[in-house]
């Protein structure tokens, strides 16, 4: 490892030299303990080997020449394992679990209490989301649920740290494999009930980690799992809002206007009814393309014009660079948009 470089909540970046070749690479201390220049490091390198743009570092399995020490053998809280039976399974404490001082209230038959919950396909809508509610209601208290679609360490996104870090969130939830967030939870339900009833959210916001996966069939895509979390959000008595996945800049067909990931998991997966904000006005290449798309929809959801008033300004000032397919802000305007209508339509309901 030849130096050091940034470093963010639970992550640290390092160049390392691989065959006589430079490489960046991302570590995880609370794993592998904290890397040192000069160290040998135990490298995973698929994702630079694929040329992945989200996930493309070199991933630190190990400082074999100096291990960090073993945990010590005691009786304590924490016995929820996560990313199961890979090697660098982690364990946790579950905030559902009986070691948990929160246990009782997830073990009782407690609700959302019609708190709304915004899903989105992709982890770059969170920042957008959060613009929108905070534009509106700059004293909502809202947390971030993260499921195990993309990334399941939740250190590798910068963008959270740097929204806890600037108060934008009062604390984050992971649910399923994923980790590394405020509280742990076994399931996207206990992890809403937590968002709740422990971080007493006004808003929650669910998404996957950076990193979705799709493969251009009708349903092999990580987003599916939205309509899951409206139908979760249902059950729970929630109100769920659902961030649409709209795109002028995307060149492929399925994701023009209303992406087919949104068309699937409202139109087939959720089975609950959702809140699905338009904004207003879409580009005029847009609107009637959107339009039919989403009168195919059942009418159990709710389509609702939400205005564009002010959101610019709210999008502009957040602290995180904002991207998508590595689009910005002007390269696809409606995408963020889009996300963003659906946190000012959360906040209209507090």
């Not at 393309?289 to 939400?306: G, M, N, S, T, Y």
């Amino acid at each position: 490892m030849e130096s050091v470089g940034r470093g963010w909540s639970g992550a640290v970046e390092l160049s390392v030299t691989v065959d006589g070749s430079p490489m960046r690479a991302l570590a995880y201390p609370a794993i592998v303990g904290t890397p040192e220049p000069g160290d040998t490091v135990l490298l995973n390198t698929t994702a630079v080997a694929m040329g992945l743009g989200t996930g493309g570092y070199a991933l630190v399995v190990a400082l074999p020449d100096r291990l960090p020490p073993d945990p010590p053998v005691v009786e304590g809280p924490g016995h929820m394992v996560k990313a199961r039976y890979a090697p660098q399974q982690v364990t946790v404490l579950g905030v559902d679990e009986q070691d948990s001082p929160h246990h009782a209230v997830l073990a009782s038959d407690a609700s959302l209490d019609g708190m709304p919950v915004v899903v989105a396909d992709l982890h770059s809508a969170l920042p957008a989301i959060l613009a929108g509610v905070r534009a509106s209601r700059p004293d909502a208290r809202v947390a971030y649920v993260m499921t195990d679609g993309g990334a399941l360490p939740l250190w590798f996104s910068r963008t959270v740290a740097t929204l806890r870090s600037s108060d934008l969130l009062v604390g984050t939830v992971t649910v399923g494999q994923a980790f590394g967030g405020d509280l742990e939870a076994v399931t996207l339900h206990t992890g809403l009930l937590a968002a709740r009833h422990v971080l007493a959210a006004d808003v929650a916001i669910v998404a996957q980690g950076p990193g979705n996966l799709g493969t251009g069939t009708p349903w092999g895509f990580s987003g599916v799992a939205v309509g899951e979390a409206v139908n979760a959000v249902s059950v729970l008595g929630g109100r769920a809002v659902g961030s649409l996945r709209i795109s002028s800049g995307d060149a492929r067909e399925r994701h023009r206007g209303v992406s087919h990931h949104s068309l699937t998991a409202y139109g087939r997966v959720a089975l609950a009814p959702a809140d699905l904000p338009v904004p207003m006005p879409l580009p005029t290449e847009l609107a009637q393309r959107v339009r039919d798309q989403l009168a195919e929809l059942p009418d159990r959801h709710r389509v609702i014009d939400v205005p564009l008033d002010g959101l610019d300004e709210a999008l502009r000032a957040l602290p995180v660079k904002l991207s998508s397919m590595g689009r910005g802000l002007d390269e696809d305007r409606v995408y963020f948009d889009a996300a963003a209508v659906a946190g000012r339509h959360a906040a209209a309901h507090l």
